[in-house]
């Protein structure tokens, strides 16, 4: 009897092991947890089966998903960590025998209104920190048993790693989103100009705050911004959304790029504490023969002009924004941009490799930006300097004035 047991548990366990792999792919929290719950209670033949997640800013749990339970989530019931049956699952960090329900060990009324007899819950766990709660149900008396408990946890732990997974893959889809939202669908069509772009995600660390805007004011001249907000995620991708939208407003109260990027600066000091970030602001004349520019701690473009080398611009690189050190007024450069003249912004994504100083993909950059039509001066930098899988963003912005005869 005890091998037939044992192979029984066994059996169990593969069981569970391959439904929640399986789940591990899907992004849809129904599917994902319903599949789940109904394994549960099949498995542990228990009458209800239910997952509550941790709103880490309230510290309630919240009735996610339900199978028996369904009026739990229909009602959207939240309590607090500490309280009620699951409060104390998680406040403990411990699974939770009720033998014997009654109104004094639960306070969810769902509970008693079923006529569930006794409940066993485990917590879940992601880091080491709890994040929810899987607890099951019978509607007649049970004695749980230690094996019981470890399938549970066992079970709690790949709801999990399946929720972590698929928590993961949004807020990748989420920042991916976003980020491509802000970035210009179509640069402007702006006479005397010839402008393309590129912008390549990161894929080994995921989603950043790389981007790229070019807009036109009203005095005639035009705008260009590259910039780059630390980090990685949905987190600095609607950081870099903020910058973005303050830069453009910035830009409209003020003639020089210089004090655009310091009142940016003190936006980003006092809102977004702790991000830091890199801009590079670039007004061009309404004639087009003319360049301001400063920056933020943002790498130098380069600039190739007809008959000379590209060129990194010999701009002031004044500290990134949100540093608080303002040691001296933010500095702007200004310099000559001849017909045929090629203008190469890009963030250090373009420029940074494994095990070399960063002067090595800067000196590659200069080697190949030639005063030529900006999309192929575009094409000829990503062949040349994006040959590796991206392990951060790569945004490219390049400006051409139009030759005389072009």
Request: charged letters at 25%.
């Amino acid at each position: 009897m005890a091998d037939a047991g044992l192979i029984r548990d066994e059996e169990r366990l593969r069981r569970i092991e391959a439904v929640t792999d399986a789940t591990l792919s899907r992004l849809d929290a129904a599917d994902l947890f319903d599949e789940l719950l109904d394994r549960v209670r099949d498995l542990l033949d228990v009458d209800t089966a239910a997952i509550l997640l941790l709103d880490t800013h309230a510290q309630q749990l919240v009735a996610t998903a339900a199978k028996g339970l369904e009026e739990e989530v229909r009602q959207g019931f939240r309590v607090s960590v500490g309280r009620g049956f699951a409060g104390r699952v998680a406040e403990s960090e411990q699974p939770v025998i009720i033998e014997n329900v009654t109104s004094d060990t639960v306070v969810n009324p769902v509970l008693l209104t079923m006529g569930l007899r006794s409940l066993l819950g485990v917590p879940m766990f992601a880091r080491g920190q709890v994040i929810g709660v899987l607890h099951v149900g019978t509607l007649r008396h049970r004695d749980f048993t230690p094996d019981d408990v470890r399938l549970l946890e066992l079970v709690a732990d790949r709801a999990s790693l399946a929720n972590s997974a698929r928590s993961n893959n949004l807020d990748h889809t989420a920042a991916l989103a976003l980020q491509r939202s802000l970035l210009p669908t179509q640069l402007p069509d702006v006479p005397g100009l010839d402008m393309a772009a590129r912008y390549v995600p990161g894929h080994a660390t995921g989603i950043g705050g790389d981007w790229y805007d070019v807009f036109r004011l009203p005095s005639g001249w035009l705008g260009l911004v590259i910039g780059d907000v630390s980090g990685h995620g949905l987190q600095s991708a609607v950081v870099m959304g903020r910058i973005r939208s303050a830069l453009r407003a910035y830009a409209l109260v003020s003639d020089e790029p210089a004090e655009a990027l310091s009142l940016l600066d003190r936006k980003v000091s006092h809102f977004e504490a702790g991000s830091l970030t890199t801009a590079l602001y670039a007004m061009i004349s309404p004639d087009r023969t003319t360049i301001r520019l400063s920056t933020a701690g943002h790498l130098r473009p380069v600039l190739a002009v007809p008959g000379r080398p590209g060129a990194q611009v010999p701009a002031h690189v004044d500290p990134p924004l949100g540093t608080g050190r303002r040691s001296h007024a933010r500095r702007q450069t200004v310099v000559d941009l001849p017909p045929g003249a090629v203008l190469a912004c890009f963030t250090d994504g373009l420029v940074e490799r494994r095990r070399e100083v960063i002067d090595v993909g800067v000196e590659q950059l200069l080697d190949v930006v030639r005063p030529a039509p900006a999309e192929e001066v575009c094409a000829t930098v990503m062949a040349a300097l994006a040959t590796e899988q991206p392990t951060d963003d790569i945004a490219l912005l390049v400006v051409r004035r139009r030759p005389a005869h072009g």
